[in-house]
């Protein structure tokens, strides 16, 4: 099967800047999360949906950070304004059930904020 | 909240020999616990789980142990190969009904041919 995509690879954007992240998760998986992993530190969650509805979105700095999954299958991240903090890789993952595990996960967009 | 220790942050191996990394847990509700290995610039890739209604499951060359009393699971690679070099994370589901993994600061693994 095929994995899970996203894009861009890599971003480089001045602070202050916005930008988007685009993922596509494996087809047929109900659950999607978006990751932020700082260098050197494991992963956090940022946001869970499940089909097109937010799940959990504690830890999402509401302010600058948005996140949508229409109709269910793709999603986009979206930071605006960027801080400098932001810079990192942004992982998207997906599962077929909520509650069994057994995440995928993207390659990751790593995001520079200069 | 949950919270996930790791250690070793870093971990050097002769090839062949064992490899062995733990972590802890806080929250006694935790009943999911995978290991992801991370390539450098990949996404983590799931390598091997465990539930909490078993104490140990083994997959070729990768084991992992949980111990429920003490809330620690470890894993542990047997005859080492170079390819194994990576970053290794462990992660805890929080419980509840979201599952979201929790995961610890990653064990640099680096096996010297």
């Known amino acids: 099967e095929a994995g899970v995509a996203q894009s861009p690879r890599y971003k480089i954007i001045e602070k202050r800047q916005s930008v988007a992240f685009w993922c596509n998760p494996i087809s047929g998986h109900a659950t999607l999360y978006w990751y932020q992993q700082i260098l050197g530190q494991g992963p956090k969650l940022l946001i869970q949906?499940?089909?097109?509805?937010?799940?959990?979105d504690s830890q999402l700095p509401k302010d600058r950070f948005s996140a949508e999954r229409l109709k269910g299958v793709d999603s986009t991240l979206k930071i605006q304004p960027a801080k400098l903090e932001d810079s990192a890789v942004y992982l998207c993952?997906?599962?077929?059930?909520?509650?069994?595990?057994?995440?995928?996960f993207g390659s990751g967009t790593r995001l520079t904020v200069v | 909240g949950e919270n996930v220790e790791q250690h070793p942050s870093t971990l050097s191996v002769q090839e062949g020999d064992s490899a062995v990394i733990k972590c802890t847990y806080s929250?006694?509700?935790?009943?999911?616990f995978p290991w992801y290995k991370q390539e450098l610039g990949k996404g983590p890739q799931l390598i091997i789980d465990i539930r909490s209604n078993v104490g140990e499951k083994k997959d070729q060359r990768i084991a992992v142990t949980l111990n429920k009393t003490a809330k620690h699971f470890s894993l542990h690679i047997t005859e080492t190969q170079p390819e194994d070099s990576a970053v290794y994370f462990c992660a805890a589901s929080n419980g509840g009904s979201q599952g979201n993994l929790i995961f610890g600061k990653g064990t640099k693994l680096s096996v010297k041919p």
């Open positions: 949906f499940q089909n097109n509805g937010v799940v959990d």
């Open positions: 993952a997906s599962s077929f059930l909520r509650d069994r595990g057994g995440y995928t």
């Open positions: 929250d006694s509700a935790s009943n999911y």
